[in-house]
């Protein structure tokens, strides 16, 4: 088979490799669409530490496929099932697996980190990831391209829930990229009173306000405390979601947000400097600063769940496709932040 192999920093060949074989409990899967993360990106600049020098990986965890071959053990999922997986499998023994919170088990295993993801033509799925409840059949009327792209929606709701978005509330997501535009669709969901979305970029903006943005802010030419300032009657906003990985936007959040503000530092800031956090904010105006990463096998079931039963439409988040052998043209796209989310397609076999 294709498989599009992450060799080291910088360095992705497309090369032909054996189709992996189920063993009695396993999933043989044929890949149908496998999207581009940011966390892909960031392992292409400087590798993963659970990915060791001289290993060869397929990445891609963002991904929908069809089973191809259902070891005899497996129950629950037959060939031609559609299905698409929540990457991070938990070792189903620790305290955070015990409470169902697998994206912070300290021993996870991951699609396209520690096992091969779906940047190939085929992908196996160990019977350990269908035992702990990773992998979900994709509900007719969802799309293989939008499945895909459920799993950084399934961050996002995880987010949420962590700062409590209600209907009372003015959201501020910072950050108009797939993520921020993610956000925008579930606050609004979520009856969200107020959603101001902020970002340099007026294209990625005008998606924002077309997933349902109530208010754009360019920051390149508008400055955003004033603007928050002036949407919130001089409030600020009840919760504030940062979505670009720089500090001095972290740094900010506590004067945009108002009193009881709910802050979520939702992107992480790699090895830049860490920012300086006005505590007195926190204390004086009881503001709740928090952080989520990835999203729980629980928040991934209930996105599609939420997705499949509506009317979203989250087709102007993918804006570009990709066949495998393209790999370092969409991963340059997804880099130079035009257009949304990259997607992998594999072509339909001939029956
Ligand atoms: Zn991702
Ligand atoms: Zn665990």
Redesign the pocket.
């Known amino acids: 088979m294709r498989a599009a192999l992450f060799r080291g920093p910088g360095v992705v060949e497309v090369s032909e490799i054996p189709i992996p074989t189920p063993g009695p409990g396993d999933l043989l899967v044929k890949v149908r669409a496998a999207s581009i993360?940011g966390?892909d990106l960031r392992i292409m600049k400087h590798g993963h530490f659970r990915i060791p020098a001289g290993t060869s990986r397929v990445l891609g965890?963002?991904l929908t496929g069809r089973v191809v071959e259902a070891g005899s053990a497996v129950s629950g999922f037959a060939v031609g099932d559609r299905i698409s997986v929540a990457p991070n499998v938990g070792c189903g023994r620790c305290r955070m697996c015990a409470k169902g919170l697998n994206q912070l088990c300290p021993d996870y295993e991951a699609f396209g980190i520690t096992m091969d993801g779906g940047f190939a033509e085929y992908l196996l799925i160990p019977a350990h990831a269908i035992e702990r409840g990773n992998v979900f059949h994709v509900p007719e009327g969802l799309s293989d391209e939008v499945a895909a792209v459920l799993?950084?929606m399934s961050c996002c709701l995880h987010g949420q829930r962590a700062v409590h978005v209600s209907p009372d509330d003015s959201v501020l997501i910072i950050g108009a990229g797939p993520i921020g535009c993610f956000h925008t669709v579930l606050a609004k969901r979520a009856g969200a009173r107020q959603v101001i979305v902020a970002n340099t970029r007026q294209p990625r903006l005008d998606i924002a306000g077309r997933m349902g943005a109530d208010e754009l802010i360019n920051v390149g030419t508008h400055d955003l405390q004033a603007e928050v300032e002036r949407l919130t009657g001089g409030e600020g906003v009840d919760v504030v979601i940062t979505c670009v990985s720089k500090p001095e936007v972290i740094a900010g959040s506590t004067a945009l947000a108002g009193r009881l503000g709910r802050i979520n530092v939702f992107s992480g800031l790699g090895d830049q400097a860490r920012p300086q956090i006005d505590v007195n904010s926190l204390h004086y105006r009881e503001q709740v600063l928090t952080g989520t990463t990835g999203s729980s096998v629980v928040d991934y079931g209930d996105v599609i769940d939420i997705v499949a039963g509506s009317d979203l439409d989250l087709s102007p988040i993918i804006t570009s496709r990709f066949p495998l052998e393209d790999i370092e043209a969409a991963m340059d796209e997804s880099r130079s932040g035009r257009g949304m989310k990259s997607v992998i397609v594999f072509e339909e076999e001939a029956a």
């Open positions: 993360c966390t965890h963002e799993e950084p």
